[in-house]
């Protein structure tokens, strides 16, 4: 069994999205090593991830990004 995972570049012009098709025992660190190769990036954008509930769907929620800050941690946008 496969999940299928919709994955798209909020505010794009024209829409940027892949639709993925991903084994359900993967990790997270390794959702974000497929997602990076799907959009042909090489880990160097900064990003985040986050699941669209239909309420946010809706009002189309301003994402949440992530960054490393200078000590290495992570800290919100």
Not at 62 to 67: E, I, N
Request: net charge positive; charged share 20%; aromatic share 4%.
């Amino acid at each position: 069994m496969l999940l299928q995972v919709k994955v798209w570049i909020v505010g794009s012009e024209p829409a940027i999205w892949r639709l993925l098709e991903i084994a359900p025992s993967l990790t997270l660190d390794e959702i974000h090593g497929v997602i990076q190769t799907a959009v042909g990036w090489r880990d160097s954008h900064l990003h985040g991830h986050r699941p669209l509930c239909s309420s946010a769907r809706r009002q189309r929620a301003r994402p949440r990004t992530t960054s490393l800050g200078p000590s290495g941690s992570a800290g919100r946008q």
